[in-house]
């Protein structure tokens, strides 16, 4: 066994997991705060519940396509 090639293969799947994971969080992120008490709500807590999924999604998505691009 190769152990460069069994690396290869675990870096895809991180990838894939990681880019799914963050497109997950971003659905989740626009899902769960779509109603209109919501959207008159605009005090800094509940904009940082909702940025901090963004964030964390758009990141996980980032790692994701770095992997699989370096891989």
Do not use: C, K, N, Q
């Amino acid at each position: 066994m190769e152990p460069r090639h069994l690396t290869r293969g675990w870096r895809r799947t991180l990838a894939a997991s990681l880019a799914l994971v963050g497109i997950v969080l971003w659905v989740a992120a626009v899902a769960v705060h779509v109603t209109p008490a919501d959207a008159r709500d605009v005090t800094f807590p509940h904009m940082e519940a909702r940025l901090m999924g963004i964030v964390t999604g758009g990141a996980s998505v980032a790692g994701g396509i770095i992997l699989i691009v370096t891989g």
